[in-house]
Each structure stands twice: as C-alpha cells, then as structure tokens.
C-alpha cells in the first residue's frame, strides 16, 4: 500500500482545496525500537513521502492557519480493529502536510465503509479564527 495517487483535486474558490485520493489511509505505527534508537517502518515511511508529495502539489503552505476534515473508506466495517485509530490515521495526515501541522486549528476525521479512498479538505482559516467560506463569485 505504497502507491497514492489523486483521483480528482478541486479549488474551492479562495477558501481551500478538496482532494480524492485513490488508495486508504495507513495509519501512523508505534515507532519501533533498536539498539540504533527509535525508528518508523519503511513501508509507512515511504507511503507517508508518497502522501505528502500529492498534497504538496495542491495545498499552499503560505496560508495562516488550517482547518482539515478527513474522511477515510476502507472495505470492512470501522469497528474492525485493522482499520486503525482515528488518531493514528489522523497523524499520517499531519505528518505529510506541506506546512508545521502547529497551524492546523481545526481537525475532523470519519472512518467510512465502501471502496477505499481518502477525502480530504483543507480550508484557510483567518487571523481571527473565521473558517473560509467557497467564493460563489457572486456580490
């Protein structure tokens, strides 16, 4: 589960960014430990590089702050315990961003059941904490 590729990214105006991606989230792991020190996987190292390359391509690292909703298809039921904590698969997300996760103000994340895929929107939050809107283009 290497391979992430973006399926369809949509400009929501000047207010954010919507993603599909065509693979599930692999959630973040327990570091694992040696006598080198601590270290994570290889496999979820290179999907995390392979994650963060798409999202570099698409959401702006000048914004403020960052409000981010996720919503995670997997094939079995989120009960199942090899779907992975929502935590988990929350940090995968925050440790590929194109920007300090520090500026994320705002986080949701659902774990669905169907054909797996991530859904993932980012909006620009302001100064004074005010979630950007979609620009309908209209006065």
């Not at 973040?28 to 995390?48: C, D, M, N």
């Not at 194109?98 to 994320?104: L, Q």
């Amino acid at each position: 589960m290497c391979a992430v590729s973006l399926l369809r990214a949509e400009r929501l105006g000047n207010s954010g960014v919507h993603l599909r991606l065509s693979t599930s989230l692999l959630p973040a792991p327990r570091p694992r430990l040696s006598k080198h020190g601590a270290y994570l996987p290889a496999q979820y190292r290179k999907y995390r590089d392979a994650l963060a390359g798409e999202l570099a391509k698409h959401i702006p690292s000048d914004k403020q702050n960052y409000a981010i909703c996720i919503t995670v298809y997997r094939d079995y039921d989120v009960l199942d315990n090899r779907y992975g904590d929502v935590d988990n698969l929350a940090k995968t997300v925050m440790d590929a961003l194109p920007f300090d996760d520090a500026r994320v103000v705002s986080i949701s994340i659902t774990k669905r059941t169907g054909k797996p895929c991530v859904l993932l929107t980012v909006k620009w939050v302001s100064e004074n904490g005010t979630i950007a809107t979609v620009d309908t283009g209209t006065d």
